[in-house]
């Protein structure tokens, strides 16, 4: 089971970036997947997540209305679109897997740097 997070980077401030999760080794059907991040000193924070069905979707507050979470399960495959992105959204980004109440499975990270 893997999850590989990609599409860090650096950006300015106001710029966008898409982050991938490409899950192998389970079917995505069956699974909720949520974007994490952690920031340098700070405990890390749910970003958004999707459930299975691909209709239901959340997000923390800090990112709504920027960030957009979907997925695609032919190709496995989970995206988080990232737009107006502020200085404070740098952190490393974590993909994750849960089938019922726990996060069971996670990626590497990606590292998102945002300057002002």
């Known amino acids: 089971v893997q999850l590989q997070a990609s599409g860090g980077g650096l950006v300015q401030a106001g710029g966008s970036l898409r982050l991938s999760c490409a899950v192998s080794g389970f079917t995505l059907d069956y699974y909720c997947i949520g974007w994490f991040r952690q920031a340098p000193g700070k405990e890390r924070e749910g970003v958004s997540c999707i459930r299975r069905n691909g209709d239901s979707t959340s997000y923390a507050d800090s990112v709504k209305g920027r960030f957009t979470i979907s997925r695609d399960n032919a190709k496995n495959t989970v995206y988080l679109q990232m737009n107006s992105l502020k200085p404070e959204d740098t952190a490393v980004y974590y993909c994750?897997?849960?089938?019922?109440?726990?996060?069971?499975?996670w990626g590497q990270g990606t590292l998102v740097t945002v300057s002002s």
């Open positions: 994750a897997a849960k089938k019922y109440t726990a996060y069971d499975y």
